[in-house]
């Protein structure tokens, strides 16, 4: 039971210790930045763990996010429609993860291999449609990623809802189940009749609708269209979601943990800026932590199996001594 | 069935590959020029006599195009390129990685190229196959930042510590007594980016004792990561009242974070290179100045030092462009200069 909460119990600890270490850690102000900071790569975090689970890979997500979010910029900029804006982005995305889903269910491609190419496809249609410049001047299209609601910020708001509806479908539908099982074992999910092809369709589609949210809220965030922004951010949704319990085995994780994982990264980001800690110490104790992740991860899987194959051999020895 | 299916793909991928190869920019696709003196094995050559009537080619290696001026850069030197019909320049991108420019230079000289405009992504890493370009009797030129003391190889530059310089002198002034200030810096091991810091501390921080760096970072000249600082320094300090930046992206980002709040509505903040959108900041009175580095002066003292080697007026340059301090007042003709390049 405990081992089942390590990770919420470790964001605890966590929380209280950054408070103990700087006092303005606490303030309304300073939980709001970090919420506003994280909201992107949490919101890449979601995609990542979906596709992760069901055996995928996502490496394109931050070229992606840059060219969703350029098209989406210069859409207001032709239409002034926030909304259409917002729709040019997401579709932006999900075009993208298209042909990742074509690449991987349908030609069999590796997902890392499939995302890869389209990393630098992506990139590349970025900067060929911007020239390289960034847009600048977007007026109002900063209310996503700059704007409240009600004291909340508005990209807080898209994350809160992004992860109710990651956790919903992981948790409630066919869709989530059948992806725990096509990560788990994907030759014994075509053999209980799962759809897989329709499974890695589904799981690309919506992380592309995330990717490309998320390239609306970046660029409204800091207020242009950045061809060449994001880059490297697929690593930092990855880091998330398994310093949240995804297991890059595929089949396991879960939306709360992924949201812990980034609130883990994004707290220790924010007390170590606080307190001035060097830049090059910041890197290694990042860099430490995914390998701690990574290691209890491979720990508890490890005990977990040892445990299951033990309790097998003792059902064994028992069948044999009954006989 | 399935054979027939390798055989299209393969067609196919020749048809890609040689589309792009033959989809070079830059008006290339007059005639190549032979090399200027290809049996040259030290220092290059100056051009034939007739020089006036053949076109040369000139290939440019830019850091990366997905650096924001490093493809003005680019973009300024196709547009310079236009001005010299005996020259034709193919831009090629680096993307970042020193691999991959070092990769491109060897091509370019396999492909007998006249002059090859190196921008380097490392300058230590660039430094032997540059040499190699001179020894194969072809121009080189490294600019923004140059490779200093290659035998025989030219380049066209700012000078980055005195980028910096213009504004630390400035601030001297301007900063107030006994003030926070924090700092944003560029990669480390980058040329500009350990010059433009050293400036600072050397024309700024030691001049000024009073001072106080509340907060300096890595942000990768990147205005996402500036602002995620600045946003974190305003949460653990009550006052901070100067910006030091080593590039505008970084100070914009910076700004972004404060721009609401009015207990920074005084901020100074300073930044290099002169981008649109740093000079629209300054121009609402946001940002305190920048050092201008004009991808459009480079561009044109680029190619007119490339036509000078080319035709035999110089064997070799070593050329600055200046340094101009923008503030508010001369910032209008920075606007324009922009508003020309359809940058605004």
């Not at chain 2, 200093?148 to 910096?164: F, H, L, T």
């Amino acid at each position: 039971m405990i081992k089942k909460y390590n990770i919420y119990l470790v964001l605890i600890i966590l929380f209280f210790l950054c408070a103990l270490i700087n006092p303005n850690f606490l303030s309304i102000g300073n939980l709001s930045n970090i919420s506003r900071q994280l909201a992107v790569t949490t919101i890449l975090a979601f995609g990542a763990t979906i596709l992760i689970i069901g055996g995928m890979l996502d490496l394109s997500a931050g070229s992606v996010l840059a060219l969703a979010g350029v098209l989406a910029v210069d859409c207001y900029k032709s239409t002034n429609s926030l909304i259409l804006s917002l729709i040019v982005g997401i579709l932006a995305g999900m075009a993208c993860n298209l042909i990742n889903a074509v690449m991987v269910a349908n030609f069999k491609t590796p997902p890392f291999i499939a995302t890869l190419a389209m990393m630098t496809m992506a990139r590349g249609v970025a900067l060929l449609y911007t020239q390289g410049q960034n847009i600048l001047q977007l007026g109002d299209f900063v209310v996503f990623g700059q704007g409240t609601v009600f004291g909340m910020p508005v990209s807080v708001i898209f994350l809160i809802v992004i992860a109710i509806f990651t956790w919903y479908i992981l948790k409630h539908t066919r869709f989530g189940r059948s992806l725990y099982a096509v990560g788990g074992n994907e030759a014994a999910a075509v053999a209980s009749g799962i759809n897989v092809i329709r499974s890695k369709y589904i799981a690309y589609l919506i992380n592309g609708a995330f990717v490309g949210l998320a390239g609306v809220l970046f660029m409204s965030r800091i207020n242009a269209g950045q061809p060449n922004g994001a880059i490297g951010f697929e690593f930092h949704a990855l880091t998330a979601a398994i310093i949240g319990g995804t297991s890059f085995s595929g089949g396991v994780g879960t939306a709360s943990g992924t949201l812990a994982g980034a609130f883990i990264v994004g707290f220790l980001n924010n007390i170590m800026n606080l307190a001035n800690v060097d830049s090059y110490l910041q890197q290694v104790i990042r860099g430490a932590i995914i390998a701690l992740a990574v290691i209890y991860d491979i720990w508890t899987k490890g005990r977990r199996t040892k445990g299951h194959l033990g309790n097998v051999e003792d059902k064994n020895k028992k069948q044999k001594v009954a006989s | 069935m399935k054979k027939i299916s390798h055989v299209l793909v393969a067609l196919l991928l020749s048809v890609a590959l040689l589309a792009g190869c033959g989809g070079g920019s830059g008006g290339s696709a007059q005639p190549s020029a032979p090399p200027a003196d290809s049996s040259s094995d030290s220092a290059p050559s100056a051009a034939p006599e007739d020089a006036g009537e053949q076109t040369f080619r000139v290939a440019y290696i830019a850091r990366a195009q997905a650096d924001s001026f490093a493809a003005w850069l680019a973009n300024a030197v196709r547009e310079e390129a236009d001005k010299y019909p005996n020259i034709s320049v193919d831009i090629m991108d680096g993307e970042a990685s020193d691999d991959k420019v070092n990769s491109l230079i060897e091509n370019s000289i396999t492909n007998r190229y006249d002059l090859i405009i190196v921008q380097p992504n490392n300058g230590e890493a660039q430094r032997p196959y540059v040499e190699q370009i001179i020894a194969a009797g072809i121009f080189a030129i490294t600019t923004n930042a140059r490779i200093e003391g290659i035998a025989g190889g030219s380049s066209v530059d700012a000078d980055p510590y005195m980028q910096a310089a213009v504004n630390a002198v400035a601030a001297l002034e301007q900063v107030p007594e006994n003030a926070n200030v924090v700092v944003l810096n560029g990669p480390p091991g980058n040329f500009h980016a350990d010059q433009r810091r050293l400036s600072w501390q050397t024309e700024f921080f030691e001049k000024r004792s009073d001072v106080t760096i509340v907060g300096e970072q890595i942000a990768n000249w990147n205005k996402d990561e500036a602002m995620a600082f600045m946003e974190d320094w305003i949460q653990a300090n009550d006052r901070i009242d100067a910006i030091i930046s080593m590039n505008d992206n970084m100070a914009a980002g910076a700004l972004e974070a404060v721009k609401d709040n009015p207990k920074f509505a005084d901020i100074l903040a300073y930044g290099v290179d002169g981008t649109a959108e740093a000079i629209l900041l300054i121009q609402e009175g946001k940002m305190t100045s920048t050092c201008l580095q004009s991808a459009y002066d480079l561009a044109e003292l680029l190619l007119e030092t490339s036509n000078k080697l080319l035709t035999g007026q110089e064997t070799e340059i070593n050329t600055d462009i200046g340094n101009p301090l923008v503030t508010i007042d001369n910032v209008e003709q920075y606007i324009e200069m922009h508003k020309r390049a359809g940058a605004l």
